[in-house]
């Protein structure tokens, strides 16, 4: 059963520490999403990858977020100088885009991220 | 932008009955409308979803409808157990080059 994997599962950090989230999208998923989970907010989309390239990244703020896709099988977002309000549930999601038609998002686990 | 909207934020119902979650969408070109269920401390998961080519689908106790009209498509529950009580989130895009916009969600409580 093959599933999206996150790592941390939590993190714990003081402001102005350097945060990094990693993603395993599900293998042969082409297209990967970033979401930042709040009681406040809901489901915020962060910025998503196609073919490893940037699609849209206007829902993270970019002084001090960045994701990027070193490879296929790799998905990471940096936080950098994190903040108290960064604190969230950041889940990963993978979906494989199939000619024009929109398929299923899977989510990983998500990282609980405290800031201090 | 899209913009997903859900009514009520929070919903209880005796076990046995049934339940109706609705939200409503503003952009007309959206085509695609999932539906997923997030119990306490777990990920996210889809239960179903539905395409604008078609105005209802059906998977064992759950269905979600879908109004192009009036830009709202609403999941129902039937026969609702305790294993139900969750975060519902809808969700609408218009189109697979398109991001998912997410409602606030919506808390189920089925009570025993």
């Known amino acids: 059963d093959a599933r999206v994997t996150q790592t941390p599962r939590h993190k714990v950090t003081e402001m102005g520490q350097e945060v990094t989230m990693r993603c395993q999208p599900i293998?042969?998923?082409?297209?990967v999403f970033w979401y930042r989970q709040t009681m406040m907010q809901g489901l915020e989309l962060l910025a998503y990858?196609?073919?490893?390239?940037?699609?849209?990244d206007s829902g993270m703020p970019k002084d001090r977020f960045s994701a990027e896709m070193p490879d296929a099988t790799l998905a990471t977002l940096k936080i950098q100088p994190s903040e108290p309000r960064d604190s969230a549930v950041y889940f990963c999601?993978?979906?494989?885009?199939?000619?024009?038609?929109?398929?299923?998002?899977?989510f990983g686990p998500g990282t609980r991220l405290t800031v201090l | 932008g899209e913009n997903v909207e859900q009514h009520p934020s929070t919903l209880s119902v005796q076990e046995g009955d049934s339940a109706v979650i609705k939200c409503t969408y503003s952009d007309s070109a959206s085509n695609y409308f999932p539906w997923y269920k997030q119990e306490l401390g777990k990920r996210p998961q889809l239960i179903i979803d539905?395409?604008?080519?078609?105005g209802e689908k059906k998977d064992q106790r759950i269905a979600v409808t879908l109004n192009k009209t009036a830009k709202h498509f609403s999941l129902h529950i039937t026969e609702t157990q305790p294993e139900d009580s969750a975060v519902y989130f809808c969700a609408a895009s218009t189109g697979a080059n398109s991001k998912l916009t997410f409602g606030k969600g919506i808390t189920l409580s089925v009570r025993p």
């Open positions: 999601a993978s979906g494989r885009l199939s000619g024009s038609v929109y398929n299923e998002q899977f």
């Open positions: 990858f196609r073919n490893r390239a940037p699609l849209d």
């Open positions: 293998l042969g998923h082409n297209t």
């Open positions: 539905i395409r604008s080519n078609v």
